[in-house]
């Protein structure tokens, strides 16, 4: 089993920046596919980026492509989400979640842990 657990979210304005993070419990977190996905209020979980367990290939959503970076820091047990020039319809609960086998995906029933959620709000 492994726990994540998120951090860095926040209410910030529109055009700022936040950073959030994803700690694992395992010490084998170096050899899973991270993902982060969001859920806004009313609507469905949607996938936001995922990065393969070497942080060598990364995928994003359309929607977050060239603002948001994914990074992974695996001697630390952490998988980062860069999130800059945030926009209103960015504010969502931002979820981590680890792929135990796999390559990178945006299908959220592939990802086997995830976190419990932290809150992005962006207000204009």
């Known amino acids: 089993q492994v726990q994540l657990v998120e951090s860095g979210g926040g209410l910030v304005q529109a055009g700022d920046s936040l950073k959030l993070s994803c700690a694992a419990s395992r010490s084998t977190f170096w050899s899973y596919t991270m993902g982060w996905f969001r859920q806004a209020a009313g609507k469905e979980r949607e996938f936001v980026g995922a990065?393969?367990?070497?942080?060598?290939?990364?995928d994003y959503a359309d929607s977050v492509k060239g603002r948001f970076t994914i990074s992974r820091d695996n001697a630390k047990n952490t998988v980062y989400l860069q999130m800059n020039s945030l926009k209103p319809e960015d504010t969502a609960v931002y979820y981590c979640?680890?792929?135990?086998?796999?390559?990178?995906?945006?299908?959220?029933?592939?990802?086997?842990?995830w976190g419990q959620g932290t809150q992005v709000t962006v207000s204009s």
């Open positions: 990065i393969a367990w070497s942080g060598g290939s990364t």
């Open positions: 979640a680890a792929r135990k086998y796999g390559s990178r995906t945006m299908l959220s029933r592939e990802y086997d842990y």
